[in-house]
């Protein structure tokens, strides 16, 4: 395989980890130094709390998809638009999160994710957490 089939193998492992709930999967995807930056808090954290963040999100909403995946993979990385959807646990309410993630990838592990969400998306997502 080359260096992009290789890099669009890691995001769709990724992303299908997250769907199904396997937070160690998810959390292997990354480097141990790995950056990941949110565009609604500006904040980097760590995989570890990344983790943790997905592992709530896990318990919370049911039945993720990442629906309408166009991903594209470029030397050192991928950029992948999606729309996350599910049902919250709490009230069965379907959601949907639009979102774009810009990954930088080397040996074979996420150095870095920068994800890009509408504020009000994500209230919903998070409307009971």
């Known amino acids: 395989m080359s260096e992009l089939d290789d890099?669009?193998?890691?995001?769709?492992?990724?992303?299908?980890?997250?769907?199904?709930?396997?937070?160690?999967?998810?959390?292997?995807?990354?480097?141990?130094?790995?950056?990941?930056?949110?565009?609604t808090d500006e904040i980097v954290v760590t995989r570890d709390q990344t983790g943790t963040t997905l592992g709530g999100m896990a318990t919370r909403i049911r039945d993720r998809v990442y629906a309408e995946r166009r991903v594209t993979a470029f030397p050192g990385g991928f950029v992948q638009q999606h729309a996350l959807t599910g049902v919250r646990v709490h009230d069965d309410v379907a959601v949907r999160l639009p979102c774009c993630i810009v990954c930088k990838v080397a040996g074979g592990k996420i150095t870095r994710l920068d994800e890009y969400f509408d504020s009000a998306h994500v209230a919903e997502f998070r409307k009971y957490a």
């Open 7 to 39: 890099t669009l193998a890691l995001a769709k492992r990724f992303f299908d980890a997250v769907e199904q709930g396997d937070i160690d999967t998810v959390v292997n995807s990354f480097s141990p130094d790995a950056e990941i930056w949110h565009n």
